[in-house]
C-alpha cells in the first residue's frame, strides 16, 4: 500500500472539519490534495471558502478521485453509504478509514468487496481542539503499513493508540464519551464554588484552570491519579474532609457503573450492525 498524498472525505460534519484544520495544520495534507463529499450545499460552501479544499455531492465522484477514503457519517447513514460506493471500492487500491460510532469492522467487509483494507477509529469531541485521543483498530486485510498510515493521519487531531477492535465498545465508553463526564464534574465544581460564595465567573476560571493543571501535572510528571490526590490530601485537612464526602456518597462507584452501563450500551448499538 503506497503512501497517499490524496484523501476523499465522505461525509462534511464537525469531526470532518476538526480534521481537516489538523491535516492542514499539520501539513500531513495540501487543501487541494483534500475532496469532501457533502450533501448540503451550504456546508459543502462553508468547508470549500474556509478551508479552500475541493468538495462534491457525489460520494461516488470522492471514491473514483481518490485511494484513500475517510468515512465521516453517522451510524444510522453507512449503510446507504457503502452499498452506493461498494462497486466503485478496489481494494488493490483504496484503503477505507471510518470514524463512525458502534460500526464493527465486519459490517464493512460484509458490504464492500473482498478484501477490502479497512480501519477504524474512535476519536473523541476534543478533536475540534487538536486534542483528541483516538482509538485504532485494524481489520482483516489492512496491514501494518496501514496502520501507520492511519495514526500519521490522526496525530493530526490528538493523540493515538492502537487498541484490539474487540476493545472498541470499552474506548468509546470511556473517551467516546468521556469529555461528557468530564464537562459534567466541571459543572458541579464550579456549581460547588458558587455555593461556598464564590461569584460563578471566577468559580469558573478556578474549576477549568485546576482540572487543566491536574491532567498536565500528571502527563508532565508521569504521576498517577492516586500519587496527585495524595499529594494534595494532609492530615485532617479540607481535602480529605471532602474525600470522605466523595466515598460515603458513592462518588467512585458512580463514575465506575456510569462507564460500564456506557459500554453495555456501545455494544448494544454495535449489534444492530453485525
Given at each position: 500500500?503506497?503512501?497517499?498524498?490524496?484523501?476523499?472525505?465522505?461525509?462534511?460534519g464537525?469531526?470532518?472539519?476538526a480534521?481537516?484544520?489538523?491535516?492542514l495544520?499539520k501539513?500531513?495534507f495540501k487543501a487541494?490534495?483534500?475532496?469532501?463529499?457533502?450533501?448540503?450545499?451550504?456546508r459543502?460552501?462553508?468547508?470549500?471558502?474556509?478551508?479552500?479544499?475541493?468538495?462534491t455531492?457525489?460520494n461516488?465522484?470522492a471514491?473514483?478521485?481518490?485511494?484513500?477514503i475517510?468515512?465521516?457519517?453517522?451510524?444510522q447513514?453507512?449503510?446507504?453509504v457503502?452499498?452506493e460506493?461498494?462497486?466503485?471500492?478496489n481494494?488493490?487500491?483504496?484503503?477505507?478509514?471510518?470514524i463512525?460510532?458502534?460500526?464493527?469492522?465486519?459490517f464493512?467487509?460484509?458490504?464492500?468487496?473482498?478484501?477490502?483494507?479497512?480501519i477504524?477509529?474512535?476519536?473523541?469531541?476534543?478533536?475540534?481542539?487538536?486534542?483528541?485521543i483516538?482509538?485504532?483498530?485494524?481489520?482483516?486485510?489492512?496491514?501494518e503499513?496501514?496502520?501507520k498510515?492511519?495514526?500519521?493521519?490522526?496525530?493530526?487531531?490528538?493523540?493515538t493508540?492502537?487498541?484490539?477492535?474487540?476493545?472498541?465498545d470499552?474506548?468509546?465508553?470511556l473517551?467516546?464519551?468521556?469529555p461528557?463526564?468530564?464537562s459534567?464534574?466541571?459543572?458541579?465544581?464550579?456549581d460547588?464554588?458558587?455555593?461556598?460564595?464564590?461569584?460563578?465567573?471566577?468559580?469558573e476560571?478556578?474549576?477549568?484552570?485546576?482540572v487543566?493543571?491536574?491532567?498536565?501535572?500528571?502527563?508532565e510528571?508521569?504521576?498517577n491519579?492516586y500519587?496527585?490526590?495524595s499529594m494534595?490530601t494532609?492530615?485532617?485537612?479540607?481535602?480529605?474532609?471532602?474525600?470522605?464526602?466523595?466515598?460515603?456518597?458513592?462518588f467512585?462507584?458512580?463514575?465506575?457503573?456510569?462507564?460500564?452501563?456506557?459500554?453495555?450500551r456501545?455494544?448494544?448499538?454495535?449489534g444492530?450492525f453485525s
Open positions: 500500500m503506497k503512501n497517499f498524498k490524496k484523501i476523499g472525505i465522505i461525509g462534511g464537525q469531526m470532518a472539519e480534521l481537516i484544520k489538523g491535516f495544520k501539513k500531513i487541494e490534495d483534500i475532496l469532501v463529499s457533502e450533501p448540503v450545499k451550504e459543502r460552501e462553508y468547508l470549500k471558502n474556509s478551508y479552500n479544499v475541493n468538495t455531492k457525489s461516488v465522484e471514491v473514483e478521485k481518490m485511494g484513500l475517510l468515512l465521516a457519517v453517522k451510524p447513514v453507512m449503510k446507504k457503502l452499498e460506493i461498494s462497486s466503485y471500492i481494494p488493490e487500491r483504496h484503503l477505507i478509514l471510518t463512525a460510532a458502534g460500526v464493527p469492522i465486519k464493512y467487509e460484509k458490504i464492500l468487496p473482498p478484501k477490502t483494507k479497512i477504524r477509529i474512535m476519536p473523541n469531541t476534543c478533536a475540534l481542539v487538536h486534542q483528541a483516538s482509538g485504532i483498530s485494524k481489520g482483516s486485510f489492512a496491514t503499513k496501514d496502520l498510515i492511519a495514526e500519521s493521519i490522526f496525530s493530526a487531531i490528538g493523540e493508540m492502537l487498541v484490539d477492535e474487540t476493545l472498541m470499552a474506548v468509546t465508553a473517551s467516546g464519551s468521556g461528557a463526564y468530564v459534567l464534574f466541571i459543572e458541579a465544581l464550579v460547588g464554588g458558587v455555593r461556598a460564595g464564590l461569584p460563578r465567573v471566577i468559580a476560571k478556578l474549576a477549568l484552570q485546576t487543566f493543571g491536574t491532567v498536565k501535572l500528571m502527563l510528571t508521569g504521576k491519579p500519587e496527585v490526590k494534595v494532609s492530615p485532617g485537612g479540607t481535602t480529605i474532609t471532602a474525600m470522605q464526602e466523595f466515598y460515603e456518597k458513592g467512585p462507584g458512580i463514575i465506575i457503573s456510569a462507564v460500564y452501563k456506557a459500554f453495555l456501545s455494544k448494544e448499538l454495535s444492530v
